[in-house]
């Protein structure tokens, strides 16, 4: 039989605030265990929740960014059960009532091409503690202080299809959500954690199978590999005439499959009621007005834009958009060479290339956007060929200065001088004899293409730095 | 000085009468000497006590006291004390010692106030007898065979035994007004909102509130001033400004409209106490008053609302208590589950795991919307059936309990009967107004109480009907005779 796959997603996104959703204490990453746990982080009797301001206008963002339904009266709500990572017994979150209502999200797949994937909801919840189970000789070491940390759970609709489409969900959200600075998407340090709901039903069906929900991954790659083992695993049974069962299951990277979490992991009554020690968070037009106003320009806008005024295609438009830093460098490249689709190519291509390689983030990029844009203007003045130009780069890149000090400094700049030029055409065709003949013998169409040998042999000559398009005249004088 | 008036200490502090390390001295004495008979404290740190009242006579030699400065007060042992054992009458928190004061506390030092020391009460404060407490029960100073009424119950008694000039307490379904009813004291449950909850044990987040229990509504004007105002760090506390409440005491009540629900009249209410509660009316009537007959359509509804919304509350705000980070732990748990279940076994007391148990069930899956949210719909009503009150009248009076202190034991192992004596107090805490408990007569030898609700925010004007109240009568100015030094 042909399945068709049914993949929803819950993202747990770490805000980026300063302190925790609910008290003063820091939420820097790494500090010593329980530096960063103030009493009303380890529940000491009597202490009480504080709302933080910016993880709500945070949220109130990430809803504007997707086209979400702002919850005008939103309410925060105990989920209860017991845990030694979860001092006071329950999880504050939004269970009826969440900030961010339904949205859409436009996602771009590898072949270039769109898909609008629905957003359930977003609502603001507290990150548990951790339990470390090594160093205590048999006993649970307890760290609090991510307990109380500000999470966004964005939960999408059951839209997804493959493996591929889930990880272009995500990378997207990413985007976006690094786009508006609400987080710094840190995937390694746990600031973007993704629980798979998956489900297979017989192609053509519109009923739901049963899904399993694979906790807590935390990268992309194992995103793809968990849906892509998971999928084969249902198909398996049901393929046996065998049924799914609905269960949480973790994704072991190591061993690289899915197993079901121990019963005892999964609770199952969480008695949600509204938070007495919280008030709802009533937002008013005012507010939403204000936060749209500061929004910066969006990825799928820029996406958009990126076609339209430079005429780039969906693929290039996405890559180039994919971070507000990236999507700068490529506009400030383009306003000093003047070239949308060389810049484009440019970066792309050897900056990219370049950052990747030396595992190196564009902001911290040796080469600024102003120089490549340098570099791309003496190609497009024919100073140097494109094939010198890689050469410039790398010596840029390695801190050798700008494009015009290394052509300078390694006397790199095109020879234009038809005088010269024209003693190494000579020079080329005599020696070649044989090629000339042949040259002569073929006809237009095939002209064509044995021309590239006296090209590649003058540019040997002069070490590269013959300008092609004055070559290419001169043999097309010449030889006749 | 142990029997004069909070408003009288301060005088005499002021006039350096006696300095705050006498009068402090003279309740450790009296407490020393007496409290065995009233089991009214937990913890008394005579050190700390003395040291606290020697800086606020230096304060006060230097002129800068507040009015609170020197003046000992007892604190029900459900707020925080930093560095001070704070129980909450509960084993579970018999070795906690927080690293903090609860706002309220702090308010109070921040006053030059001096902390006598931390009083009995019900196991977080779930009880109307004191008799649920793991440092066991409390006597009523009128009749040391009769409860003091709780959950309040060592507050109210220390206060009317003349162990502390005034103290504080918790209101949670009537736990400050009950017990001072029953120990013939004056106390007042502000607003919700009013008083800072931060370092204050939670019981039921939506319903607790603390307050001041002393002789007078003057004396409980004169502490509210100190305890009433916003804290940011408690979002449920209200943003309006307090107010001076000792400014308005002494207005006339002339044209006071005073509402009597008939539901709070009717049958259930003893007859004795009621003729208390008539010929108090009358008083007030006297000074100008109108008595106007109005209706709580709902009020036979409060007791199971609030036996449902108080009990599921706690039973999550009691989750804490795990034995993982502070409070009592089970010796030797094999297992985590073990940790949790001997914990909690050993912890608590029968009243509290009651209560945790019908909590969770009201809230379980498939129980919740019979259970919790129609409570919280009957809630509303209500919370509107004194909205609509109020539009007729400016207070509200009525009996604070159906009759005088029952004796020790009496209702102990029945735990509905138990509940029925907080018929009348439920409301406020259900709809958030402030309550008050004035002394209202004396039923063979027993007090009983005058309940007086406000509209929100409306303590002032509560204070001021208890204040001219209590200027024409001497019920507050009765004391027990098994106090030495009272006379009845």
């Known amino acids: ?480 | 000085m142990y029997d004069k008036s909070v408003a009288q200490l301060v005088a005499g502090l002021r006039d350096k009468q006696f300095s705050s390390v006498e009068l402090s001295r003279c309740f450790l004495e009296r407490i020393a000497r007496l409290d065995s008979t009233y089991n009214s404290f937990i913890s008394v740190d005579e050190t700390a006590v003395l040291a606290a009242a020697g800086a606020a006579d230096k304060r006060i030699a230097a002129g800068n006291a507040a009015t609170l400065t020197g003046i000992p007060i007892a604190h029900k042992d459900i707020f925080c004390t930093d560095g001070m054992r704070t129980s909450c009458g509960s084993r579970m928190l018999d070795n906690f010692v927080p690293p903090y004061d609860a706002t309220l506390i702090a308010h109070f030092n921040r006053e030059g106030a001096v902390v006598l020391g931390k009083t009995n009460m019900d196991e977080f404060a779930m009880g109307s007898s004191n008799e649920n407490s793991f440092y066991g029960a409390v006597s009523n100073p009128w009749d040391t065979s009769l409860v003091p009424g709780g959950s309040s119950g060592g507050s109210a008694a220390a206060v009317a035994a003349m162990l502390a000039p005034a103290a504080t307490g918790t209101d949670t379904g009537g736990s400050i007004r009950q017990p001072a009813a029953f120990c013939g004291i004056t106390g007042i449950k502000p607003t919700y909102g009013r008083v800072s909850r931060l370092g204050m044990v939670a019981f039921a987040s939506s319903l607790d509130q603390a307050g001041p229990m002393a002789h007078s509504a003057e004396d409980c004007a004169l502490l509210l001033n100190c305890m009433a105002g916003h804290d940011p760090l408690d979002s449920t506390s209200s943003e309006l400004p307090a107010e001076d409440y000792c400014a308005g005491l002494g207005g006339s009540l002339q044209g006071l409209r005073i509402g009597l629900p008939r539901e709070y009249f009717g049958d259930g209410l003893d007859t004795a106490t009621a003729r208390c509660i008539q010929d108090s009316l009358k008083e007030l009537e006297a000074q100008g008053a109108t008595l106007v007959e109005v209706s709580l359509p709902h009020s036979h509804l409060t007791i199971p609302t609030y036996y449902i919304i108080a009990p599921a509350e706690a039973s999550t705000n009691l989750s804490r208590f795990d034995g993982v980070r502070y409070g009592h732990r089970c010796a030797n748990p094999v297992d985590l589950h073990d940790l949790y279940t001997r914990t909690r076994e050993e912890g608590f007391g029968a009243e509290v795991k009651r209560r945790i148990l019908v909590g969770t069930y009201a809230l379980s899956a498939g129980y919740y919307d019979a259970y919790y949210k129609k409570a919280q719909q009957v809630r509303r009503l209500i919370k509107q059936d004194f909205v609509d009150c109020f539009s007729q009248v400016d207070v509200i009076a009525g009996p604070t309990t159906p009759g005088p202190a029952f004796a020790l034991g009496a209702k102990s192992d029945d735990p509905l009967a138990m509940y029925l004596e907080d018929i009348y107090t439920l409301a406020a805490n259900l709809a958030g107004l402030p309550g008050m408990s004035v002394p209202a007569g004396l039923v063979g030898g027993r007090p009983v109480g005058l309940q007086l609700i406000g509209n929100y925010f409306d303590e002032a004007r509560l204070l001021n009907v208890g204040h001219r109240f209590q200027q024409a009568t001497d019920w507050h100015q009765r004391r027990p005779a098994t106090a030495p030094g009272g006379t009845q």
């Open chain 1, 1 to 480: 039989m042909q399945w068709e796959t049914v993949i929803g997603l819950e993202v747990h996104l770490q805000l980026a605030t300063c302190s925790k959703i609910f008290s003063g204490s820091a939420t820097t990453f790494g500090a010593e265990p329980n530096t960063q746990a103030s009493a009303v982080d380890l529940a000491m009797p009597g202490m009480l929740p504080v709302l933080n301001a910016k993880a709500v206008r945070y949220a109130v963002m990430f809803g504007l960014g997707i086209g979400a339904e702002i919850g005008r009266r939103s309410v925060f709500d105990r989920k209860n059960y017991f845990y030694p990572d979860l001092p006071k017994g329950y999880q504050i979150s939004q269970f009826e009532a969440p900030i961010v209502g339904r949205g859409t999200f436009e996602i771009q797949l590898e072949d270039g091409s769109t898909r609008s994937i629905g957003i359930t909801r977003a609502h603001l919840e507290e990150d548990a503690g951790k339990s470390l189970h090594e160093d205590f000789h048999g006993q649970t070491g307890i760290d609090l202080n991510r307990a109380g940390t500000p999470l966004l759970e964005i939960v999408s609709e059951p839209d997804l299809r493959n493996a591929a489409e889930a990880v272009a969900y995500l990378k997207a959200l990413h985007s976006l959500v690094t786009y508006l600075e609400i987080s710094d998407g840190n995937m390694a340090e746990g600031s973007m954690r993704c629980d798979i709901n998956i489900s297979l039903r017989p192609k053509g069906s519109d009923a739901l199978g049963t899904r399993a929900e694979i906790k807590n991954v935390n990268s992309f790659r194992f995103v793809e590999k968990a849906i892509r083992h998971e999928i084969e695993r249902q198909a398996d049974i049901l393929e046996d005439g065998g049924r799914v069962v609905q269960e949480t299951r973790l994704y072991d990277a190591d061993l690289d499959e899915t197993r079901p979490m121990r019963s005892k992991e999964v609770a199952n009554d969480y008695r949600y009621f509204p938070e007495p020690d919280l008030l709802p968070v009533v937002i008013d037009d005012e507010y939403i007005e204000a936060i749209a106003a500061g929004l910066p320009e969006l990825p799928a806008q820029k996406r958009h834009r990126f076609v339209e005024q430079y005429g780039l295609g969906n693929y290039d438009a996405n890559v180039l958009a994919d971070s507000r830093a990236l999507a700068n460098y490529f506009e400030t490249v383009v306003t000093r060479c003047g070239d949308a689709k060389i810049a484009a190519n440019w970066v792309q291509v050897e900056l990219l290339g370049q950052l990747n390689r030396s595992e190196t983030g564009i902001e911290d990029c040796p080469v600024s956007a102003v120089a490549l844009g340098g570099l791309i203007q003496r190609i497009l003045d024919n100073s140097i060929s494109g094939k010198i130009a890689k050469q410039v780069f790398e010596a840029m890149w390695q801190g050798e200065g700008s494009a015009d000090q290394v052509i300078e400094a390694r006397g790199l700049k095109q020879v234009s001088d038809s005088g010269a030029l024209e003693a190494m055409v000579d020079q080329v065709i005599a020696g070649s004899a044989s090629q000339v003949e042949q040259y002569l013998a073929a006809d237009e169409e095939r002209r064509k293409k044995l021309v590239g040998f006296f090209v590649g042999q003058v540019m040997k000559l002069s070490r590269g730095q013959a300008n092609p398009q004055m070559v290419n005249e001169l043999l097309a004088k010449k030889l006749v």
